[in-house]
């Protein structure tokens, strides 16, 4: 019963974003962005524990972040979207492809820190929790720490 409910929620909120016009400039922060229901579903799926739906959101958030010549339009969701995948990976036992997902994600052009820290530390606590004595676990535990660390220095405007 449960599930029937939000399969009808789902496909309300599918319909409702479809019916909406594609806004002329997504890069506005006031305009609804129809792209960005993937991006929170994704979210919301890794933090429920439904890897598997988590993962086709993800996926999709890097399809739609990708532009026809393969450039990133929208760099931080796609990094978003390669942690989600890594914190998939990890609970499914593909300890290499979470790190190389995370990794990836943290290489990064653009970056907003904090949000990216929040998936990875997500990732991080997975990999530590079900693989501690993995060299690559520890890895990028080591690579978290370095970010936070560096990430911890107030930059100077001279």
């Known amino acids: 019963m449960a599930a029937a409910r939000r399969s009808r929620r789902q496909r309300s909120g599918s319909a409702t974003r479809q019916r ?23 979210d919301a799926y890794r933090l429920l ?8 959101h993800a996926r999709s ?8 010549d393969g450039t990133e339009i929208s760099p931080m969701r796609a990094a978003e979207a390669r942690l989600t995948l890594g914190v998939a990976a990890a609970r499914t036992g593909e300890i290499e492809e979470a790190v190389g997902m995370g990794t990836a994600a943290l290489e990064a052009n653009r970056k907003s820190l904090p949000s990216l820290l929040l998936v990875a530390d997500e ?12 060299a690559t676990a520890r890895d990028f ?18």
């Open 141 to 158: 535990h080591e690579q978290i720490t370095t970010i936070k660390r560096g990430a911890a220095r107030p930059e100077l405007p001279f």
């Open 20 to 42: 909406l016009p594609r806004p002329d400039h997504p890069e506005h922060h006031f305009i609804i962005d129809p792209d960005k229901w993937d991006f929170y579903e994704m």
């Open 49 to 56: 524990g439904d890897d598997e739906r988590a993962a086709t």
């Open 123 to 134: 990732l991080d606590r997975e990999l530590r929790s079900r693989y501690p004595r993995e």
């Open 61 to 68: 958030v890097i399809r739609i972040s990708t532009g026809p």
